[in-house]
């Protein structure tokens, strides 16, 4: 039937563009996404946070050795 071929071609479609033929795992890898995307952002915010913290770190230690108008920057 049309409907069953429409069925056929999208699944080949999502097993192409996954790389997995197996139904359970295409389920999965779905089911899976949302968990995977929100440590991702706690990735990408801890690394911002890191970020901050050495940039002011940097510029105490840049403070530290100015002189005048010289200052060693790191």
Known sequence: SQRMQKLE???L????STGLSDVNEIVAKFLS???KYEALCNSADA???KIDVLKKEKNSINS???FG???VIL
């Open 69 to 71: 108008e010289f200052s």
């Open 33 to 35: 996404r949302d968990e």
């Open 9 to 11: 071609e999208a699944f």
């Open 13 to 16: 479609k999502i097993r192409n």
């Open 47 to 49: 690394a911002r946070h």
């Open 64 to 66: 530290l050795f100015h």
